[in-house]
């Protein structure tokens, strides 16, 4: 059975962002021994929503949206600077809100700061009266993210090409610099399948959802075969399957070494930062449970 990379969801929402600092989480992360830290993204909330949240079973929202929450991209460049080789990521961003070059550009300098360390998750979105807050259109919000993925690449070159989209004009002669240090993978979160045609077709993987207490081994290898399926025909390859675990470390245990059989490459996983040994106990557990060890 081969290794499972484990990623550690930092403190970056609700009432322990001014309890546990947010550099001392990722780099107890990294001296753990986990592969990666990852940040989520809402650039505004609201007191009440028709929204349905896909990941709930009544559609409802499972937290109290009046908490702080750290912007992402600035949570992530402080994790980065805490840190020296752990992998920074977000999972995910909600791409079509922020201004494509500006998005771009953005991250290729963190990916130069932290020395190639960036991993993009993104996805459509949810939440209909966050992008009316945002004067963002709510039902372009698909086509609006394949074109910010294809504005990104080509913005990493340096020399983007001008183009004319549905939803934005990249003028000719524009330069975006820096490039980035290393091909920063861009993980196309989502369970619709519209997320699993954008991850055949523009991702370089898949980043999964699921509750611990729900892990449905089925839909996650129903997806992993249905993105290769369409990025072989596509003469693409599909790569790396992330899957994004919230719950308790006792239920992600009892899934890691199923999940790793299916082939999924990487679990993000809640941390207790408030224990001291959060982050060691929580490593060694995944890493024993992995391995068809008790813990």
Request: contains cysteine; hydrophobic residues 45%; proline residues 5%.
């Amino acid at each position: 059975m081969s290794s499972i990379r484990i990623g550690a969801k930092l403190p970056d929402f609700g009432p322990i962002v001014n309890e546990v600092p947010l550099v001392d989480a990722a780099l107890r992360a990294e001296e753990a021994g986990f592969d990666s830290v990852w940040t989520s993204d809402h650039i505004v909330m609201v007191r009440k929503t028709d929204s349905k949240y896909p990941y709930s079973r009544d559609g409802d929202l499972t937290w109290d949206p009046a908490q702080p929450r750290f912007d992402a991209l600035v949570a992530m460049t402080a994790a980065a600077t805490a840190t020296t080789h752990v992998e920074v990521g977000v999972a995910v961003m909600i791409a079509a809100l922020r201004n494509p070059l500006v998005l771009a550009t953005q991250l290729a300098t963190l990916d130069v700061l932290s020395g190639g360390r960036v991993a993009f998750g993104v996805g459509a979105g949810w939440l209909c009266e966050e992008f009316e807050a945002l004067e963002v259109p709510f039902k372009s919000r698909g086509s609006r993210l394949n074109e910010w993925i294809d504005i990104a690449r080509d913005c990493w070159t340096g020399t983007p090409r001008g183009h004319v989209y549905e939803h934005y004009t990249l003028p000719d002669d524009v330069l975006c610099y820096p490039t980035p240090a290393h091909d920063i993978p861009i993980l196309v979160g989502g369970m619709s399948p519209a997320a699993l045609t954008r991850a055949a077709l523009r991702g370089n993987g898949w980043l999964a959802f699921q509750r611990a207490d729900a892990v449905d081994l089925d839909a996650l290898e129903a997806g992993i075969a249905t993105i290769a399926g369409k990025a072989a025909a596509a003469d693409r390859q599909a790569s790396r399957t992330v899957l994004r675990l919230t719950g308790s470390l006792d239920l992600a245990a009892r899934a890691v070494a199923d999940l790793t059989a299916i082939g999924v490459h990487e679990v993000i996983v809640e941390v207790d930062w408030k224990r001291s040994d959060g982050p060691r106990r929580t490593i060694e557990t995944l890493r024993k449970a992995a391995a068809g060890r008790k813990a």
